[in-house]
């Protein structure tokens, strides 16, 4: 990924005050700068300049930006800006071909008439790439499997447009996202430490309404949890959380990370608001491991309603090394934030429920997991006859995102048939990556047994997009990979890999399995029974297809294990397993065969010219049409990229453009060819699924769009850099294609067996390997390769030694094709049957029965199959070739002087005695070391071909007494000492000769052979299982031997050759016999070999020159290196160098009678690979390992040949990685060739050795000249040499630690350059002066002229100590000399300034530039001094980062601002770390192969310079570079240390917080600021200043420690940081104090050096050689020729009071124009001894230096901390309208009991008294609530100040925006108090308030309306009017009434003169408040009942009570007067 800037012109360019400008544009992005020519004196320049940026793989993220600047060229000094503007790059995302006119603005951000005509294009990812800006977000459905996540793109693509300028379809599906798979398979499985940091910055929009949000992260099982956030849905956190653990990078990417954002205040399960989660893969593809300021979508997956919310982080994962970002927030970050472009979340923006559908049909191949002791005993009491139990109880998990189903429990079988249907869900799209499917072995009693994890990528089974698809697999098997098959009571050191964790070792089963997905709700059901139509559907997928691997192994060498015979075992699958006792046996294995030793250092398997072959016969589905897919994509893959190695040749050879663009189109006419050729796809037999045709759709399509963008790279015909990039980015894209989710057919692994010990394995794709008859066969099939065995597990890291290197053929297809197998061998194929002979040694004789004959007389090599020779039956087609013949193992043919050119002969003389007796002859008077018998010295044969060096002696150099004589109590036993004792009965002493061959080794071996048939090839060990050996010895009581019988086919056709077995002899066989028959017909297949029919002789050069940067391993820093060089079946050494990192071995080693079978031509195009191993001799104890590299040699089968073997440097590996670069060639000889071998008619020949005649009659070129017996590298390839001289400046020793208990005072030290060796002066005593006294040292050398080829200098420092002694302490090794190269002729040490290439001399003269000269008095004007009440240093800070808004007064004033640095001075790329004069060199002792490496002891001060001499030696020297150095003594200084604050300080207390405080030292004096320390923060601002005195370089290093405050235990360090004062001292720069933009005699900005800035230009002027600066009168300066004027600094420039002499700003404008350090600040990053590989927080700080001898320092800087000044926030509430109704009463009418609450951050929340039964929204108040708070003015912030729990000792403080809370409710007597409506105002931008309660509105508000006006209320002081309260109801606001309020702010002296009281109470005055006006309904019912009674009831009913009671009154008018009536009367009324 790249993008391009075109710039074209640019316009009304700024003049300068005598001229027109030299502007240049310049481009930054990411600190990286390309810049455009220089167009000299033009005010309208046109460069028309093409710039361009490689992204390096990653992609534009949005958040970031490109800076264009347009400057001034300058010939001395910096160059001037004239303006800049920034480009977002969304922007460019968005469009990918931008072209725009940007208009520039000046340094002080202000708006200039100044255009830049740009074009920027973007070339994007191909797949998944990079930015693509949508309105989206960002589409998360990958995890942590490493893909190259995209940041920008909602679904991962970038859409092109089309001829209508819109995204076309086509384009979109082409771009996708990539792989994170591929990633994943780069990550190494080593467990290291790492830290994750998250910040949780802020949350927006949650969803509820007054809730108190907390937000809580989990990660690695560890939740922490950050502060409340009281009543508010957008919740500013800003608080950081860290997570160690010692874990792979494979299994990071993995772990799951959640973020979850809580409502505290509900304990309901609703509590939750929304989570999001994601595993750390995501994060570990962005660049740096870190993603910042990211939003995340907030969601629930229980209830899908939508977006809860959205949260802001940021997250970095940490490695040892990385250096940690800074979370802090960039000014105006916030207003500028473009969220949509910025938002993680799913694509959609919907995250739908969804269901995982996986039906889990059969397994097989599943291992054994139980133990079969209960077996054994039932076989012992007679019940094992049954059939053999499985034992395994297998189940199946199905894992995604954290949920987990699994199938039932099936007992006692390895291949179960579940037939289940698993559903699982989940919430689509998902940001898990990984479907894991795990198989458990269920146990009863224990826990559950992992078997083996099969993972299938959701990335590599879907597809985002239009055209996209949903996660479907299958019907396919999964394969499961894990630990060895073998069963194990005592499980095995490889089973963590059972859980899918690094590489499995073996296969483990599979299972077949079908996976679908559905949008729809969670199932009721998760697991159900499949049903049958689908159990028989799937049965096609089943079929199988009969499958050969064939191996032809060639050679074995560098084998590591040696105590047993080797084998090598081949399986695919199950078949072939040798070991695992539920697979069927197969002779899948090389025959075992005995290590022999090369002479020199490894062992190898003497195959020679019968080399092994196996045929596995394997069984598996037909998907060749998926397999082939991949290799024609791979295979293109593999074309583009050896094209692009010859195109970047071609480049750097400075071919001509055109021929490149040649090249370039040809590749892309190829490309398109190999395109346009259809995929496979399944016919006949094969079977399709539908992620097969999904897939193929998607490939077609990705391939014709690749066609399609060739087409528009050609139309564009850019340049050729940009189209190999565009090629490169199509490459990446083919393949990531060529993934195939689906292959069913599992790896290939070869193990080597050593005694049926697995130790090493290799395991290899089946794709690379099979055969195709469409010509689409995998990369290595049937070719020759080369495979390095690894050790399993765990081990792989902690070894370093190879198992073994093999040379190999693979050939793995479909029986049918086997015959293409056959053609392609070049040797031919011999087919043997075996049987081996066995005997056992009783009563001095060999039979074949008795109590040691443990074995059959004849059986297979393990012994454990009868295998008679009358029994075989050839095969039908095949035929005996001839009779059986003894066919020894190769091996015995070596004996133990094999490969040695000399060998020592010992024997051993034995004595014995009776007790207190004399010594004499034992009864066995000659023995070896094993007492076995041995013939007398004298009677000890020379082998033919040898002779002797000396005579028989004793051996002396052991533990032996004076006559070499060693003593023990009984000879058989052993325990020899030197001293005699008198219960000493036998004593012995080695006699030894040494004998040195003289005839060539093939003879000797041939006679070796003919000896071994001699003996009839029986071999021999003490018992069957152990070893055997060519030779008897005493202890042998077993032999056997080989015999082989050839077969040959009969027909052309192959057919399967396994034996049959018959019984000739008529024994009768019991059924264990017949058993046994019936399983040996199952083994019996032959041995095949392979038999070259020719064979070549070679010879190999090794030309070993050099090597550096090795590894110290010894103690004393250095190391004795020696190189072993091994080729094929030998190995050499170099010679050894004693006491060097850098050997110079300049050695030749010729490996003579290299035997290669095979034409010479395929060796030619293959050769084997050469393997250089570098150790540390050692004289006690094994040579340790420093490295290893492994190369190819350069192969001439001609002497015509006229290539030269050409030196490289080749990097050194070891477990740590580098282990330094070794600089050698290899040339491989063809040195004669053999007769053919066609015509030979002994085919059993154990050892074909080729003929010495040379077929073309040609020599070997002569063998290199000699040095010492030893070849040296002969000229022609030996680095060129010429005479150079080298310069060395030592300067002094700092730092020096203890060595030997013992102080180093007296250092100096030697350098070794080359040949050359030189020592420094001696220190006396570093304690009074650690320089040297003489500094200068010069070496005239040879040195090679190449730098390529320039050695490395050895720095070694001796500590000169009492008695002469002078112990080496320490030493370092600078790599190359080749950065100090110089020109012979010393240049001018002037300073070149940092953007340009010209020096400070090369100016125009004086008469170039003519002007006329106005010469200003000095005199200014008197100006009145501005008002600098508010102007602090601060304010100077805030605008140097961009904050104005925190100091807006200063900026007003156009004071200067400060460089802000973002790391330490040091790393500023403009001071090169300040090593102008003197690099630092770590001086290192200790070992390296010490796991906590090597330590540093001290530093040494110096440099070199490193120039060319004339060849004459009596020529003169040229002048040396090196001279007019400062004064070595020490001296006095001033240091003053201005700490301004500390961020992203790591937690050290319980609460996730910190106490920091500073802690400053420097030589013996040590300030600590523990009284000022500030609690509960990670954020401190310190401001303060520390001033010193010290002697430098005495006391240089100062060393500030940010400490945390404990009251009880002693203070944890934070992170330190350390300073060299003393580099800064030194340096040109002049980095003791930085020079101010202006010069300034008072005021904020005080000139605060030394020196005055006149004296300042002067000394450097006489430091550079250069001219006293000329002064025109006091405006006008001459410096190196170029003149300088007042006028044109200060043109545009308001006069200043502060102001000093016009001729100090004169000079101060000049020093700002040379390359000196500025005013500045620095960051520095905090480290800690405890966790050195994570930064531990930054530290911003500068140091000012003062040296006595200047003179007294100038006044100091106040930099202390803003104090917050006190106010008052008074708010009066009068009343309330509107407000909605929230109740009804028992009469039926809405109302509500009204009351408002308000509180501002940090201060406790207030509320008014209730205005009750309010029937209208109406509320009647008078109410006052009165806030003191503290606030910073300049800042514009509210300090809280509080203390988080009663227990807390400090109150925390927080900075908060001023936001006044106004909140309405509704009282209820019994239940919670109902929540009304809201508001939030920001004091300092408050909404203006509505006049009348009816134009009080929403719309008033900025929230919704970006017109409402809003003012400050600090500088309006009061507010009266109406404010609307509202509440957020499903996302959108509803308005809730309406508060009138006066609000006022005083400050504290303002509040005494004025007092008040809250509420009415007294004082009740500004304004007095009186009792509210209310109705007389608003009463609270309970107080008065018979008030209630009144309002409420008789208000109402009034009219209804009074009719009830005058009826109620008539009823009892008419009762009384009834009951009135006299009892005379009733019986008158009753009868009339």
């Known amino acids: 990924m790249s993008f391009t800037v075109l710039a074209k012109k640019a316009s009304n360019v700024p003049k300068e005050k005598f001229g027109k400008s030299d502007p240049y544009c310049q481009i930054v992005y990411q600190g990286q700068k390309q810049k455009t020519k220089v167009v000299k004196d033009s005010d309208a320049p046109e460069w028309n300049e093409t710039l361009g940026f490689d992204l390096a793989g990653k992609a534009l993220e949005s958040t970031e930006s490109i800076t264009v600047e347009l400057k001034d060229w300058e010939r001395i000094g910096s160059d001037k800006l004239l303006g800049q503007a920034v480009v977002p790059a969304r922007d460019l995302i968005n469009s990918k071909d931008l072209e725009l006119s940007v208009k520039l603005s000046d340094k002080n951000g202000r708006p200039t008439e100044t255009t830049v005509d740009l074009q920027l294009k973007y070339v994007a990812p191909a797949s998944g790439g990079g930015g693509g800006g949508g309105s989206g977000g960002d589409a998360v459905d990958g995890g942590g499997d490493g893909e190259d996540f995209d940041e920008d793109d909602p679904e991962g693509e970038i859409d092109e447009p089309g001829p209508d300028g819109k995204p076309t379809a086509a384009s979109a599906a082409r771009k996708r996202k990539r792989d994170r798979q591929k990633m994943k398979a780069k990550l190494s499985t080593k467990p290291q430490d790492f830290q994750v940091r998250v910040k949780v910055v802020e949350a927006r929009q949650l969803e509820g309404s007054n809730v108190h949000p907390v937000c809580k992260l989990t990660l690695f099982g560890e939740t922490k949890t950050t502060r409340v956030k009281k009543a508010t849905g957008n919740p500013i956190w800003n608080e950081v959380f860290y997570y160690s653990n010692n874990i792979s990078p494979a299994e990071i990417v993995d772990e799951m990370i959640n973020f979850e954002v809580y409502n505290s205040k509900k304990l309901r399960s609703d509590a939750l608001i929304g989570n999001f989660s994601c595993d750390c893969g995501l994060v570990y593809a962005m660049s740096k491991h870190t993603v910042l300021n990211k939003w995340l979508l907030l969601s629930d997956s229980e209830d899908q309603s939508g977006v809860r919310g959205y949260l802001k982080i940021c997250m970095a994962i940490l490695g040892p090394g990385d250096e940690a970002p800074s979370f802090k927030a960039k ?231 040696t105590d047993a015979p080797v084998e090598f075992e081949v399986s695919i699958g199950t078949y072939g397993n040798k070991l695992d006792d539920t ?122 769009g690749i066609i399609e963008d060739m087409e528009k790279v050609r139309l564009r015909d850019p340049e050729p850099a940009e189209i190999l990039t565009e090629l490169s980015t199509l490459a990446e894209t083919l393949k990531a294609q060529a993934v195939e989710p689906q292959n069913s057919i599992p790896d290939v692994f070869i193990w080597m067996l050593v005694g049926n010990k697995r130790t090493a394995y290799y395991r290899l794709p089946v794709h690379q390997i099979i055969y195709s008859p469409d010509g689409h066969s995998g990369k290595y099939c049937a070719k020759e390769m080369t495979v390095v065995l690894k050790h399993p597990g765990q081990k792989a890291h902690r070894e370093w030694q190879i198992p073994a290197k093999l040379r190999l053929k693979f050939w793995f297809g479909k029986k049918q094709f086997e015959e293409e197998w056959t053609k392609c061998q070049t040797d031919d194929v011999v087919v043997m049957a075996e049987t081996y002979e066995n005997q056992v040694a009783l009563l001095g004789k060999w039979v074949t029965r008795g109590p040691a004959m443990t074995r059959p007389k004849f059986s297979d090599s393990t012994g454990k199959l009868k295998l008679k020779k009358e029994s075989f039956f050839p095969p039908a087609g095949w035929e005996w070739a001839g009779d059986w013949h003894v066919s020894p193992e190769l091996s015995l043919i070596y004996n133990r002087d094999a490969g040695h050119k000399s ?93 040195t061959m003289v005839a060539e080794s093939n003879a000797i071996k041939e006679k070796d052979q003919e000896a071994l048939k001699a003996s009839e090839g029986w071999e021999y060990a003490p018992l069957f299982n152990m070893k055997f050996h060519g030779k008897e010895s005493k202890m042998d009581l077993v032999r056997r031997r080989r015999w082989h019988r050839k077969m040959k086919a009969t027909g052309k056709e192959s057919k399967p050759c396994t034996f049959s077995f018959g019984d000739e002899d008529g024994d009768d066989s019991d059924d264990s016999d017949a058993e046994e028959k019936a399983k040996a017909g199952c083994l019996a297949a032959p041995r095949m070999f392979l038999e070259s029919t020719q064979v070549n002789k070679y010879q190999l050069r090794a030309y070993i020159y050099q090597a550096r940067s090795l590894m110290a391993a010894d103690d004393n820093a250095r190391s004795d290196p020696y190189a072993v060089v091994g080729f094929g079946t030998q190995s050499q050494l170099t010679r050894v160098l004693d006491k060097t990192l850098s050997p110079m071995w300049d050695q030749t080693l010729i490996f003579d009678e290299i035997t290669l079978y095979g034409p010479a031509e395929l060796v030619a195009q293959n050769p084997p690979e050469v393997v250089i191993e570098v150790f540390d001799k050692d004289l006690i104890g094994k040579d340790e390992f420093l490295g290893r590299t492994i190369c190819k040699p350069m192969v001439k089968l001609s002497m015509s040949d006229e290539r030269t073997c050409v030196l490289q440097w080749h990097e050194l590996i070891n477990r740590r990685g580098n282990a330094g670069e070794m600089l050698a060639s290899f040339e491989l000889l063809l040195a004669g060739q053999a007769a053919s071998l066609m015509d030979l008619t002994d085919t059993e020949t154990d050892a074909m050795q080729p003929t010495s005649q040379l077929m073309n009659g040609e020599d070997l070129p002569f063998a290199p000249p000699k040095r010492n017996d030893l070849y040296i590298v002969p000229t022609g390839i030996r680095p060129v040499m010429r005479r150079t001289a080298v310069e060395i400046l030592c300067w002094g020793m700092r730092n020096m630690k203890r060595y030997q208990l013992l102080s180093i005072t007296s250092p100096s030290v030697e350098f070794e350059i080359g040949d050359a060796v030189i020592q420094s002066p001696i220190i006396k005593n570093t304690k009074k002066n650690p320089n040297f006294s003489n500094a200068l040292l ?196 001033v240091v003053r240390v201005y700490l301004i604050q500390a961020y992203d300080l790591q937690p050290a207390d319980p609460n996730g917080l910190a106490d920091p405080y500073l802690e400053v030292t420097l030589g013996k004096k040590s300030i600590s600021l523990r009284d000022s320390y500030k609690p509960n923060t990670l954020n401190p601002i310190f401001g303060e200043m520390l001033e010193f005195k010290c002697h430098i370089p005495l006391q240089k290093d100062l060393k500030i420690v940010v400490k945390d405050y404990d009251l009880l235990t002693s203070d944890d360090p934070i992170g330190e940081t350390i300073i060299d004062l003393e580099n800064r001292y030194l340096s040109q720069y002049r980095a003791n104090c930085g020079v101010h933009s202006v010069y300034y005699t008072s005021g904020p900005c005080q000139w605060r050096d030394a020196c005055k800035p006149t004296e300042i230009l002067e000394a450097f002027c006489k430091r550079h050689r250069l001219e006293a600066p000329v002064y025109g009168g006091n405006t006008q300066v001459t410096v190196a020729g170029r003149r300088h004027t007042l006028r044109e600094y200060e043109q545009n420039k308001e006069p200043s009071p502060f102001w000093g002499p016009t001729k100090e700003r004169l000079a101060c404008y000049v020093l700002n124009r040379l390359p000196m350090v500025k005013e500045h600040i620095e960051t520095r990053i905090l480290r800690n001894k405890l966790q050195p590989a994570f930064d531990q927080g930054k530290l911003q700080c500068w140091v000012d230096i003062f040296p006595k001898s200047l003179g007294p320092p100038g006044p100091p800087v106040d930099i202390s901390a803003r104090i917050p000044k006190r106010y008052e926030l008074r708010v009066v509430i009068w009343n309330t309208t509107e407000v909605v109704l929230d109740e009804t009463n028992l009469m039926g009418e809405q109302m509500s009991d009204i009351y408002v609450k308000g509180w501002l951050p940090g201060t406790k929340k207030q509320k008014t008294d209730v205005h009750y039964r309010s029937l209208d929204g109406d509320g009647n108040f008078n109410w006052r609530f009165v806030f003191p708070f503290e606030y910073l003015p300049a800042e514009q912030v509210l300090v809280d100040k509080k203390k988080e729990h009663f227990w807390s000792l400090d109150e925390t403080e927080e900075r908060t925006q001023p936001i006044f809370t106004v909140q309405v409710w509704d009282n209820d007597f019994i239940s919670a108090d109902d929540f009304l409506g809201s508001l939030e105002l920001n004091l300092n931008c408050m909404p203006k308030p509505a006049k009348t309660a009816k134009a009080c509105k929403l719309t008033q508000l900025p929230d919704f309306n970006n017109q409402a006006k809003c003012v400050s209320l600090f500088e309006q002081k009061k507010l009266n009017g109406f404010w609307p309260v509202y509440e957020t109801v499903q996302g959108q606001p509803q308005l809730q009434g309406k508060v009138e309020m006066e609000i006022e702010i005083v400050t504290a002296k303002e509040a005494e003169e004025r007092p008040t009281a809250s509420a009415r109470d007294e004082p009740n005055m500004h304004p007095k408040l009186d009792p509210p006006n209310r109705p007389a309904t608003s009463f609270f019912f309970l107080s008065n009942p018979f008030k209630s009674c009144k309002h409420i009831i008789w208000r109402n009913y009034k009219w209804r009570i009074i009719i009830a009671l005058l009826t109620l009154l008539l009823i009892a008018i008419i009762v009384v007067f009834i009951y009135s009536f006299p009892k005379e009367i009733w019986p008158a009324i009753f009868k009339g």
Request: hydrophobic share 35%; glycine share 6%; aromatic share 10%.
């Open 1338 to 1533: 010069f070496v005239d050398t040879m040195l090679p002229k190449e730098e390529y080829f320039m050695p490395p200098v050895n720095l070694r420092v001796r500590d000169h100590r009492a008695f002469g002694r002078k112990p080496t302490v320490g030493m370092h090794v600078i790599r190359s000399l080749e950065k100090y190269m110089v020109s012979s002729t010393p240049q001018p040490t002037y300073i070149t300034a940092s953007n340009t290439d010209q020096v400070l001399m090369d100016g125009s003269p004086n008469g170039d530039n003519p002007e006329t000269i106005v010469d200003m008095p000095d005199e200014q004007k008197a100006l009145q001094p501005p008002d600098l009440e508010d102007i602090d240093w601060w304010c100077k800070y805030y605008t140097s980062i961009g904050e104005e808004d925190k100091a807006l007064k200063y900026v007003e004033m156009g004071l200067d601002s400060v460089m802000i640095y973002d790391g330490p001075l040091e790393s500023v790329p403009e001071f090169d770390g300040f090593t102008d004069f003197c690099d630092t060199f770590e001086i290192f002792t200790g070992d390296a192969d010490d796991d906590e490496g090597q330590e540093v002891i001290g530093e040494f001060k110096g440099g070199f310079k490193v120039y060319e001499l004339p060849e004459d030696p009596n020529a003169p020297l040229p002048p040396k570079h090196l001279d007019a150095l400062p004064n070595p003594d020490p001296e006095e200084c």
């Open 903 to 995: 060998f020592i002969e010992d024997v051993y003389e034995l004595q014995t005695r009776i007790p207190a007796g004399p010594w004499h002859m034992a009864k066995v008077f000659w023995t070896d070391a094993l007492n076995d018998t041995m013939p007398a010295k004298e009677e000890v044969e020379l082998p033919e071909g040898w002779e002797w060096d000396n005579d028989w002696s004793v051996d002396m150099n052991r533990g032996v007494d004076d006559e070499g004589f060693e003593y023990c109590v009984e000879s058989t036993i052993g325990g020899f000492g030197p001293v005699e004792k008198t219960y000493h009965l036998s004593r012995r002493r080695r006699w030894i000769r040494q004998r």
């Open 331 to 561: 000014p105006g970050d916030a207003e500028h934030e473009d969220i949509e472009s910025n938002l993680l979340m799913p694509a959609g923006m919907t995250l739908a429920p969804a269901n995982f559908i996986l039906k889990a049909y059969s397994a097989e191949d599943l291992p054994r997991m139980d133990s079969a002791m209960m077996e054994g005993v039932k076989k012992f009491f007679g019940v094992g006859k049954q059939k053999p139990k499985e034992l395994s109880d297998p189940y199946m998990t199905f894992s995604f995102a954290g949920q987990t189903v699994s199938t039932k429990v099936l007992y006692e079988t390895y291949s179960p048939e579940f037939n289940q249907e698993l559903k699982l869900a989940f919430k689509f799209p998902s940001v898990a990556e990984n479907l894991t499917l795990r198989m458990f072995d269920w146990d009863r009693i224990s826990a559950h047994d992992i078997i083996a994890s099969g993972i299938v990528s959701v990335s590599q089974i879907s597809r985002s997009g239009d055209d996209g698809y949903l996660p479907t697999f299958g019907p396919c098997y999964v394969n499961f990979y894990g630990s060895t098959r073998e069963f194990s009571e005592l499980g095995g050191d490889n089973e963590y890999l059972n859980k899918g964790n690094g590489e499995g070792v073996a296969y483990r089963g599979r299972i077949l399995v079908e996976l679908k997905t559905n949008l729809e709700e969670k199932a009721e059901v998760d697991v159900v029974d499949c049903d049958p139509e689908d159990v028989t559907r799937i049965s096609k997928y089943m079929r199988r297809h009969r499958f050969m691997l064939n191996v032809a192994f060639l050679e074995a060498t560098m084998i590591c294990d």
């Open 583 to 704: 697979v069927m046996p197969t002779a899948s294995c090389t025959q075992p065969t005995n290590a022999v030793f090369d002479g020199c250092r490894y062992n190898f398997l003497p195959w020679e010219n019968k080399r092994p072959c196996i045929s596995v016969e394997s069984f598996w589905e037909d998907i060749s049409f998926r397999i082939d897919t991949i290799n024609i994509l791979l295979g293109i893959v593999d074309m583009m990229e050896s094209r692009f190695l010859k195109i970047k040749t071609a480049q750097k050879a400075n071919l001509p453009e055109i021929e490149i663009k040649s090249m370039l189109y040809s590749l892309m006419d190829e490309l398109a060819v190999k395109l346009k050729q259809p995929l496979p796809r399944a016919t006949g037999s094969q079977l399709s699924n539908e992620l097969d045709k999904l897939q193929l759709l998607n490939r077609e399509t990705e391939m014709a």
